[in-house]
């Protein structure tokens, strides 16, 4: 029996916020190769989503010079898709071990930011953001471009971001395992 979110069809009957986009290994466009993308919203306008996984070699105090000084300093940089890269966004990352959910909060003030710092959450800047048209991520969907998946404990561990994209594509099923193995340039091969 196939998994209905494996099956590509099924995965366009519905829209799917709160989950998980993983790239295909068979997409190349930069923005979002080996992408992990959280779905903020998806619904019959359109969807958007940040790339969790993409971190930018900068800290939000290189970028906000009112931040230099204060605990936002520290917080990272992330490339968030190609949408309003002009834009910087906060959002706080949770994972809730009592009922397995992820809580993603974006569109925070710098103010609730810095107060999410000083609590201790997951506080992390993303620049721009990844958004879809009416029908454009379902037909994507439908070329199998990206996976649904469930959120998983690592996409909230810091640690886990250099390999995040294969931990999900290995979790998923022993075929995504597989495509793990695909290289990042295969036509140098």
Request: with cysteine; glycine share 6%; hydrophobic share 40%.
């Amino acid at each position: 029996m196939t998994d209905p979110e494996d099956d590509p069809l099924s995965q366009t009957t519905s829209y799917h916020p709160g989950q998980l986009l993983l790239a295909s290994p068979a997409l190349r466009d930069s923005n979002f190769m080996r992408a992990v993308i959280f779905l903020t919203e998806h619904n019959p306008e359109g969807a958007h989503g940040f790339v969790l996984n993409m971190p930018i070699d900068t800290t939000a105090g290189h970028l906000l010079p009112d931040a230099e000084d204060s605990e936002l300093a520290d917080v990272p940089v992330f490339h968030g898709g190609p949408v309003a890269i002009d834009k910087l966004t906060f959002a706080r990352l949770q994972w809730n071990e009592d009922t397995m959910t992820f809580v993603f909060e974006s569109q925070l003030s710098a103010e609730d930011a810095l107060e999410g710092c000083r609590l201790g959450d997951d506080i992390r800047a993303f620049i721009g953001y990844a958004g879809w048209t009416e029908g454009q991520l379902e037909n994507e969907l439908a070329e199998t471009t990206w996976y649904t998946h469930l959120p998983e404990s690592a996409i909230a561990d810091q640690n886990a971001i250099p390999l995040l994209w294969t931990t999900l594509m290995n979790s998923k099923s022993p075929i995504h395992e597989l495509m793990t193995r695909t290289p990042h340039r295969p036509e140098l091969n």
